[in-house]
């Protein structure tokens, strides 16, 4: 981890991330498993789910603090790939936003059948 990510107050996972814990995680789980899971999790972390966008299969989710975009890539009708986009409405982040992205991972994780991590690079 470099010194300005630790600062940055923002986050991205994808696929070929440098940093290993940040790439894509996929589920066996169709389309509307993956937003009802996410509604999920909004309410456990007292969040709210301000739209969802099934035409690009996107989520804006926002929170005390931050908000978060969940990209949602549908490889086929019972594989979901999920990213995140976490960005906090803070000018520091002190590793923040990666800390919440692996919550937000574990979380999915208990309520999605996990599959793996960057399988289609």
Known sequence: MSISSF??????????????QLRTRYYRN????????????AAKYHMEVKNVNEVHKEVYIIGHGHDCIVTIA???PIEAGI?????????????????KALQYYATLKELLKFKGISLHP
């Open 30 to 41: 169709n389309f509307k498993d993956v937003i009802a899971a996410l509604h999920a999790l």
């Open 83 to 99: 990213d995140f986009k976490i960005n906090l409405f803070s000018s520091v982040g002190l590793n923040r936003p990666k800390k």
């Open 7 to 20: 600062f940055s107050p923002s986050c991205e996972t994808r696929e070929l991330h440098i940093d290993p």
């Open 74 to 76: 549908q490889l086929s």
